[in-house]
């Protein structure tokens, strides 16, 4: 694995949270789509009714998230407009203790293992 030297924003990670899917979309549409950007290690497709239409993209190398976050945000995929962000796990952390204080579910798309499917991991060539 070569690490490429230049600087890249702190937010920046290999993990996209991609938002907006269309229900029916399948983890292989969605390696078609996003494994254009480069090699990916596993993608997790929200499958409870908390999560549908979301999922985590997780890229080997970061220039390539970055590349695909840049080109697939606000991309029109299966007449829906996806909207593509970096995973930042501190927010989701803060969300989770806020809503744990407030009294409210603490299960999020990025917090529960059971609510998000995962996919194998496959290489690209």
């Known amino acids: 694995m070569s690490y490429n030297t230049r ?3 702190a937010e920046i990670n290999r993990i996209l949270f991609v938002k907006n899917l269309s229900y029916n979309v399948t983890s292989e549409e969605l390696y078609d789509l996003f494994g ?3 090699s990916i290690r ?4 929200g499958n409870a009714q908390g999560t549908k239409g979301t999922a985590f993209v997780v890229y080997d190398d970061i220039q390539d998230a ?3 976050c840049d080109k697939l945000s606000g991309f029109n995929f299966q007449s829906r407009y996806l909207v593509v962000l970096y995973h930042q796990p501190d927010k989701n952390m803060l969300a989770a203790a ?3 204080a407030s009294g409210g579910s603490t299960t999020n798309g990025a917090d529960s293992a059971d609510a998000i499917g995962a996919t194998p991991r496959r290489r690209m060539q």
């Open 7 to 9: 600087k890249v924003s």
């Open 36 to 38: 254009r950007f480069g």
């Open 42 to 45: 596993q993608i997790r497709l």
């Open 66 to 68: 970055k590349t695909a």
């Open 98 to 100: 806020a809503a744990a």
